[in-house]
């Protein structure tokens, strides 16, 4: 008996950080998205009634999710449903990304499949939790809440670092070019090195101070004044 409870609270620990993993993924696959908005907005020139319809589509997709999954849920269970859901989802943020290279109607398509996915995989989560729940005999749902909001953070600070790589890319491959083209044969010094070597007296041959020769002051002066007029 006691190995059949220590069996069960096994069981039961394992879902309980399953279903924590499951919450902070969908976190992260939402935030990944919603901070991309302005960039897909800018690479794609959309203006706001324009980015209003993109994102449409994934409304519509999590409309058409919510009463379904009910449905799919009692078929294949909660925990398979979070599986084919997420795997959906990925798929759909790889569509959204081949249309931020190729054009607007991607992108609608694969906002369509992200919003259908992440609806079910809300709904499944939800459901694994209040099994969960049963099995544990206290309320956790609140804390599943909290790791979908800790995956939004870290979700958004990725993302956030992608889009700064984004910028910081051009900038530094502009510089390592500049860096690349400059002439190496010599140091950067060598040509003022060298007209300074050339002033200087030959062995032998004596240089008058300005102290010495007071009117050389007076001829830099007045060739200033002339190439300034």
Not at 76 to 85: E, I, L, P
Not at 88 to 93: E, M, N
Not at 171 to 191: H, L, N, T, Y
Request: glycine letters at 10%.
């Amino acid at each position: 008996m006691t190995a059949t409870s220590a069996g069960i609270d096994a069981n039961v620990r394992s879902a309980v950080l399953a279903t924590y993993a499951v919450f902070i993924a969908s976190g992260i696959a939402f935030a990944s998205w919603a901070s991309r908005i302005p960039q897909v907005r800018d690479r794609l020139h959309l203006d706001p009634s324009g980015l209003g319809l993109v994102l449409l589509a994934i409304a519509a997709g999590s409309v058409i999710a919510l009463p379904l999954s009910g449905v799919i849920i009692g078929h294949f269970g909660s925990r398979w449903t979070v599986r084919a859901t997420a795997l959906l989802a990925a798929v759909a943020t790889a569509v959204v990304s081949l249309g931020y290279l190729v054009g607007v109607v991607p992108v609608v398509i694969g906002l369509f499949l992200f919003g259908l996915g992440l609806g079910s995989w809300d709904v499944a989560m939800n459901v694994q939790g209040a099994l969960v729940e049963r099995r544990l005999g206290y309320s956790i749902m609140p804390r599943y809440h909290a790791g979908f909001s800790v995956g939004t953070v870290a979700g958004a600070l990725v993302a956030c670092a992608g889009a700064s790589a984004d910028r910081l890319a051009p900038a530094v491959g502009a510089s390592a070019e500049r860096f690349a083209a400059k002439p190496r044969d010599q140091p950067p010094f060598a040509s003022s090195m060298d007209q300074g070597d050339s002033q200087l007296p030959a062995a032998g041959e004596s240089r008058a101070s300005p102290v010495d020769r007071p009117w050389t002051s007076d001829v830099r002066a007045s060739n200033l004044v002339d190439r300034w007029h």
